[in-house]
Structure formats: C-alpha cells, structure tokens
C-alpha cells in the first residue's frame, strides 16, 4: 500500500512538472508571437515613412536611414521567426515521443484487458461463481471471495475507462502535432519571403551608400548641423529641469538646483515609478526608435557620430504622445521650430515629451497613466511624425530603453 501512495506521489509531482512547463512554453510561445506581430507592424510603419519620403524627393541621407532601420527591424523579426520555428520543433519533438509512448501504452492496456476478458468470459457463468462462493470453508472466506469478485469487476471497469481516457488523448495530441506542424510550416514560408525582401532592401541599400559615399563630406556636414539642433535642444531641456527643481525646492525651504526636496506623497510617487522600471508602457501608442539613446556611430556615415539624451520615436501621423506613469505637469514650453514640450513630474522623476504640434493639458495639471499629453508634430527636414522622449531622475538623465517595456 505505501509503495502504491508513493508511485502516485511520485507520478503527480510529474505531471505537475510537466504541466509547469507546458504553462512555460505557451508563455513563450505568446511573448514571441506579441514580438512577431510587433516587428511586422514596425515594417509596415518604416515602409510607409520610406514610401511618404520617396514621393517627397527627401534626402538620400534620410532614405538611407529609413532604409538602415527597416533592414536592421526585418533581422529582428527573422531572429524572431526563427526563435518560434525552433520553439516549435522542440514541441513537434516531444508530441512525437509522447505519442510513441502512449502508444506502446494503449498496446500493453488492450492486451491486458484482452487477457482479463478472456480469462472472465471462461469463468462467465453465474453457477461457477456461486460454486466459488458455496465452496469456502467459512463465512469469512466466502465474504473474502465475494469481494474479490467486486475488485476484479471494478479494476475491469476501470482498465476500460483507462484504454478510453488514452485513446482520447492520443487523438489530441495527433491533432495538436498536425497543427503544430502547419504553424512551423506557415512560419518557415513567411520567413523565406521576408528574407527575400531583406536581400531587396540590402542591394537598394548598397545603392544609396555608394552615392552617399561620393559626397559624404556633405552628408557628415548635414549630421553635424542635425546633432547641433539636438544638443541645443538637451540643453535647453537641462536648463529648464534646473529652474523647475530650483522653483520646486524654495518652497520647501532648499536651494538646491539638482536635487529635488520631497514631500512624502512625492517621495511615494517616485518610489512607485522607479518599482516599473522595464514595465512603464510606450509614449506612443504605435512607433519605431529611430535614435537610440547616447552616443553611436552613424549607421551609415561611420565617420560622424550622434548623440542624444533620449529616443526618437518615429509614430503614425496624428499619433498622440501618452503620459507613461502618473504625475503632474510642470512644464509646457515652445521650443525651437515652433514646436512644443511637455515635462511631467513623478516625484524626483520627470519625463519629457518633446517636438508635439499640440498640447491637451494645462501647466499644474495632474495626469494619469495612459493619458494623452498632445499630438506628435511631423519634423520638416524628413517628413517623419517624430516624438522626442526624455527621462531625467532630477538633473540626471536616464537611458528610457531601460524603463520602457521592449524599446
């Protein structure tokens, strides 16, 4: 008896790990199939901004760009298809074996249930079991052989519900090996056509380079003017975050121009932000990064450099900036071009929503997560409808990769 409870144990321990890892897989499965359509989606987005600029006779600098990105977003998703086939495979793999296995299973079971109706049917008759009862030596055996009898029909019963129980989970999993199989299949021939098109877009590509390489002291000119317009822009903002804490902290009786002075809801407020670090959602509701925070090579110019103190998020025309967490809004500023900026306060945390052609909120008013700030401007030099997104923790600047979910 202590044998059979712990077989039992020990067999349930393995069902639950392998439902465990069932749960994990499907997680995973779900997490890349979310970056899959993501990626796609960032494509499309690229290659509507290559399309718009194409029609606008834009530079072949900005094209390149496009270019460069929808390249290096089309590695991303195969990366990703591949991740999924393989993942896929791994499945396939398992399904195969486990149905080998309930497969020499069911045999045995059907065998044995064979022999147990066998062996029934020849002892059958209702007088060879009254003779087996009649035949005890005393009322206890005959009670014994009574339930023997009631065992053996019952552990019948059960083998039969057990050859059922299997065959159905056979079936299903004949049929989640098909679809698994068409999936990997669906994925392998979406993946040939978005490497074709990524051997397109590299030979169009080396085609614009080579033109950029005839005049690319022009070029280094024209990135040297764009990373003036950004440095002027970081500045400013920089300025700005030191008068907000200077104006925040005489309040509080501090002088301090780089260190806020909380009270303690605000002090709460930060603590709550920094807790989302990787899970604060996109100040866009759709968009593409299309400067990277710090400072990096140019993707195509590898003489001239760029840096930046936040991301450029390339979005649909019309998008709407999205406050990432709840705050209050300190500032709303005109800057350079005639555009406009938007910072929210998280306690010691601000964010910054910068190049907006609109704004939907008022200086001192408190926002929440999600809520739209103002409608994201379309920059004159590329066409893009570009959004400028900056993170400080007082006067230091943070690298919003590492704060916003998958950027």
């Known amino acids: 008896m202590r044998i059979n409870i712990l077989f039992k144990q020990c067999l349930l321990a393995g069902l639950f790990f392998i439902s465990l890892n069932s749960f994990a897989q499907q997680d995973k499965r779900e997490e890349l199939e979310e970056r899959r359509q993501q990626l796609q989606q960032e494509i499309q987005r690229i290659n509507n901004m290559r399309t718009t600029n194409l029609k606008k006779e834009k530079s072949i600098l900005t094209q390149v760009e496009d270019l460069d990105q929808q390249i290096r977003t089309t590695e991303n998703l195969i990366r990703v298809t591949n991740q999924q086939a393989n993942l896929l495979t791994r499945e396939i793999t398992t399904n195969q074996n486990k149905i080998g296995e309930l497969r ?161 809801e605000a002090a709460a407020l930060a603590a709550d932000f920094e807790k989302n670090k990787g899970k604060l959602p996109w100040p866009v509701r759709t968009g593409t990064v299309v400067l990277r925070f710090g400072t990096q090579p140019h993707p195509i110019v590898k003489t001239a450099t760029m840096n930046s103190n936040g991301v450029r998020i390339a979005t649909d025309p019309g998008s709407k900036a999205r406050a990432v967490f709840g705050g209050t809004v300190s500032e709303i500023i005109a800057v350079k071009g005639s555009s406009l900026m938007v910072m929210v306060r998280h306690g010691d945390y601000i964010t910054i929503y910068n190049h907006l052609a609109s704004v939907d909120v008022r200086k001192g008013q408190e926002v929440a997560l999600g809520q739209e700030l103002g409608t994201v401007a379309i920059n004159k030099t590329d066409g893009r409808t570009t959004l400028y997104f900056v993170m400080y923790k007082n006067n230091q600047k943070l690298n919003p990769e590492h704060w916003i979910y998958q950027m």
């Open 104 to 264: 020499k299973e069911l045999e045995q079971l059907k065998e044995d249930y064979s022999k147990m109706i066998n062996k029934s049917y020849k002892s059958k008759s209702q007088q060879s079991r009254i003779m087996f009862l009649l035949s005890s030596e005393n009322f206890l055996q005959a009670y014994k052989r009574l339930q023997y009898m009631k065992q053996y029909a019952n552990y019948r019963h059960q083998q039969g519900e057990e050859i059922k129980t299997r065959t159905l989970e056979l079936q299903q999993l004949n049929n989640s090996l098909a679809e698994q199989k068409k999936a990997k299949d669906r994925l392998i021939s979406e993946n040939r056509k978005t490497r074709a098109e990524l051997e397109k877009n590299r030979k169009a590509q080396a085609g614009l380079i080579a033109e950029v390489r005839k005049k690319e002291g022009q070029f280094v000119a024209q990135i040297k003017q764009k990373q003036r317009e950004v440095d002027e822009i970081d500045r400013e903002i920089e300025r700005i975050i030191a008068e907000a804490i200077a104006a925040s902290n005489k309040a509080e009786g501090s002088t301090s121009r780089t260190v806020f002075k909380l009270t303690p």
